[in-house]
């Protein structure tokens, strides 16, 4: 079980997405709902369940990480496969390997593939998890590899770079594009982060490139081979199904980034940190929920990452009881919906940190923050 638990995404909710995408219908519809539903009732009853993490296997769980890559691709092509001549030709191979009938189940629509690919979108923004914990592993070639195979397929190669060199130094300060300010509500902060990060991206790649006299858009750059492998999904995608192919994975694209940045958004919501003081387990906002802890591969112990960013996500643990958000993330979500009730909760939660955690310099800025929010009409 202490195995099993991180597969729920590559052996469960994957799999479950792929047949229902190529069924059509309200098959997607009712995947996605059910895909909800498990998240905000075992968040619910798993809040304080502690697992002991497994370290004999490890490459068990590598695997689950490896498993989820590939299927990432098969559920994009499950969704341009629905809006395509193939789809028909698709659904006869599966019932030759299976013996399953799955023609009279089957019900494509524009309206179903449009709906398979937001829940694609959202089921594979967990593919942002997975290239979060394999570019971190700096040393393995492997995993750098597939952890940026794993951005490109969502279309964010650019975090590989934003998160480990600038996010991680620049944490709750003015100059981090992932930290949530206090008063910024969700949707205006998924624009500025989003674009932020791609601002970061390449004024770090520029920099490091001058320093060895090349311009920004020569082959040195890391950020664009993969840009380019993106394109290429997205050629893909034209052949399967035209530019309905590509309108439905650029939905996917767009809902998978908003997705992951709601937890971004979360994580360090109108935390403040000096800029080059050190970072503290206090910096970050931590998840207990054992369900959402397991799907996504530890993401919710979020300070003990950035105290040990090199840590597998197996070993990750909480640090502070106070640093809390109850239940799990896409709980969070759906309050950080609006704005409004977000804030209030959160304001509490503040209030504590300011007075219990701050240091001097950070409480005069959290000082001017909250003078700011309130001048604010929000």
């Known amino acids: 079980m202490k195995y099993i638990r991180f597969s729920i995404v590559p052996l469960l909710y994957l799999p479950l997405l792929i047949i229902a995408n190529l069924l059509g219908g309200w098959y997607p519809l009712l995947n996605f ?142 100059e981090d594009a992932a930290t949530a300010r206090r008063g910024e509500n969700l949707y205006r ?57 590509v ?7 767009l809902v998978s980034k908003a997705n992951y940045e709601s937890t971004n958004y979360i994580q360090h919501y109108g935390l403040v940190r000096i800029p080059q003081t050190k970072v503290r387990p206090e910096h970050s906002w931590d998840c207990i929920a054992s369900y959402s802890s397991s799907a996504l591969l530890n993401l919710t112990r979020h300070s003990d990452h950035h105290a040990n960013p090199n840590k597998e996500y197996w070993l990750l643990g909480s640090t502070n009881e106070n640093m809390m958000i109850e239940h799990g993330y896409v709980v969070q979500m759906m309050k950080a919906l609006v704005p409004g009730y977000w804030f209030r909760m959160m304001e509490d939660k503040l209030i504590y940190w300011e007075e219990n955690y701050a240091t001097d310099a950070e409480r005069k800025v959290m000082a001017t923050q909250r003078q700011n929010w309130r001048k604010q009409d929000v």
């Not at 989003?194 to 920099?207: D, N, P």
């Not at 309108?247 to 694209?253: A, F, N, T, V």
Request: hydrophobic share 50%; aromatic share 12%.
């Open 189 to 245: 902060f998924i624009l500025r982060s989003a674009l932020g990060q791609h601002r970061e991206a390449w004024q770090f790649e520029k920099v490091r490139l001058e320093r060895s006299s090349r311009s920004a858009f020569s082959f040195g750059n890391k950020l664009l081979p993969w840009y380019f492998v993106t394109l290429a999904i997205a050629a893909c995608t034209f052949v399967l199904a035209g530019w309905m192919g």
């Open 33 to 174: 709902l059910f895909i909800l539903v498990c998240y905000l009732v075992f968040d619910r009853i798993t809040d304080s369940m502690q697992n002991d993490e497994p370290t004999r296997f490890p490459f068990i769980l590598n695997g689950f990480m490896y498993l989820h890559i590939l299927l990432s691709f098969v559920a994009v092509a499950s969704v341009c496969v629905t809006a395509s001549d193939y789809h028909g030709l698709v659904l006869s191979k599966i019932m030759e390997l299976t013996g399953i009938s799955l023609s009279e189940l089957a019900n494509p629509s524009l309206i179903s593939s449009v709906v398979a690919a937001v829940g694609t979108g959202f089921v594979i923004s967990i593919n942002m998890v997975v290239g979060h914990e394999l570019t971190h592993r700096t040393l393995s070639k492997l995993d750098m590899f597939m952890g940026h195979v794993s951005l490109a397929i969502v279309g964010d190669s650019q975090f590989a770079i934003s998160h480990v060199h600038c996010h991680h130094k620049n944490i709750g300060t003015e």
């Open 247 to 253: 309108m439905l994975y650029l939905i996917i694209m």
